[in-house]
C-alpha cells in the first residue's frame, strides 16, 4: 500500500495546550502510524495562552511540522487587555464597598453594570470586525505555505481543524485553487 499524503492545518498545535491540541496531535499520530505521510501546518511557536511542553511527545520524527508568521491584531489586543486589567481591578473596589455606605454601594453597583455593558458592546464590534474570528492574519502566510507544501509532497487531502475558523477559510481557498479533497472539522 503506498502512502497518502495529508496536510492537516491546525492553530492550536503542540506546544500549546489544550483539549483541541490533544485531538489534531493524536489525528497526525495515528494517521502516521496508519501509514499516512503527515504534514501539520501551523502558527510559529509563542509563549502566549496555554503552552502544555509535554504534548510534544506526540510529535513524532516522521510527522512533519511546518509554522508560519500571523498577524496579530494589536489595537484590539491592547483594548482587550486594559478592560482585562480594569476588571482585575474589581477585587480593589471590593474593599472600597465594604467600608461604605449604601450610597457607595449603588454606584459601584452601577459602575460594574455599566462596565459589563460597554464591555458586552466592545466584544459585540471586536467580533464584526475579526470575521471569521482575530486570526484572519494567518491566511496570508498560511496560504502560500501550503500551496508549497501541496505542490512539493503531492498532498492529496487538506484536514482542518477549528476552532479557530480561519483555518477552514484557509482549507476553502486551497482546495478550490489546488484541486485536492479537503475535510473540515468543527469540533
Known sequence: MRNRNILIIAYYYPPKGGAGVQR???FA???SKYGFDVHVLTVK???KGL???SLKIDIKDDIKVYRTDIDEPNFIDKLVNISNKNIMDKSSE???VKSSDDNNKFFYKFKKNLRNFAKK???DIYNLIYVPDDKKGWIKYAVPEAKKIIKENN???IYTTSSPYTTHM???ELANEMDVKWIADFR
Request: aromatic residues 12%; glycine residues 4%.
Open 29 to 31: 499520530k495515528y494517521l
Open 94 to 96: 471590593k474593599a472600597i
Open 51 to 53: 503552552i502544555d511542553e
Open 170 to 172: 484557509i482549507g476553502y
Open 121 to 123: 458592546i466592545f466584544l
Open 45 to 47: 511557536e509563542d509563549k
Open 155 to 157: 498532498i492529496e487531502l
Open 24 to 26: 489534531t496531535a493524536k
